[in-house]
């Protein structure tokens, strides 16, 4: 694998990762908030929109961000290394999350509905190469979706500094 592609699609594996914890928002008694409640804001995606619409119609617009997505949290939930990191998570809200944010950084219009990185991903002990790992089956979604290198990279980059939200080890 080319390591610029390598070092940007780490970037990546940010994302990945955060469906595992989605689904373990803290319960709270009758009438009161989760201890982790937040507030749902676009800005808990990470990164601001690209403006630039070529970069979504590479994606093959939404249907084709569903497509890559479901690929991709398929191979998270079943790939030997990375399946534990998912075992607890709510498969379709992981799906519509992550639709959400690649959507609205893509400039497709959408909101994003989940927490912030940090949040998503605090206590789950994520390595490097577990990140790498899901980095690598993001990749194998694009890729068999056909998104060209460049606007992979456009996406990767926006992604990219949301690695130090992510892995904690």
């Known amino acids: ?12 594996a940010v994302i990945a990762l955060t469906g595992s914890a989605l689904a373990q928002e803290s319960a709270a008694p009758a009438g009161e908030k989760p201890v982790d409640a937040y507030k749902p804001s676009n800005a808990n995606a990470g990164a ?14 939404k249907a ?10 398929e191979r998270n939930f079943s790939d030997p290394r990375t399946k534990d990191f998912f075992a607890a998570a709510d498969k379709v809200r992981t799906k519509r999350t992550l639709k959400e944010q690649f959507c609205y950084i893509l400039g497709g219009g959408c909101d994003y509905t989940g927490r912030d990185m940090r949040a998503s991903h605090k206590d789950q002990g994520a390595t490097n190469k577990d990140f790498n790992a899901v980095v690598e089956n993001l990749q194998m979604a694009m890729d068999k979706e056909g998104v060209p290198f460049a606007a992979q990279n456009r996406l990767l980059a926006k992604l990219a500094p949301q690695q130090k939200d992510i892995v904690e080890r």
């Open 1 to 12: 694998m080319n390591t610029v592609k390598t070092f940007i699609l780490a970037g990546f």
């Open 48 to 61: 601001t929109p690209i403006t630039d619409p070529s970069v979504l119609a590479a994606f093959h617009g």
């Open 64 to 73: 084709g961000v569903d497509r890559i997505v479901e690929t991709f949290v």
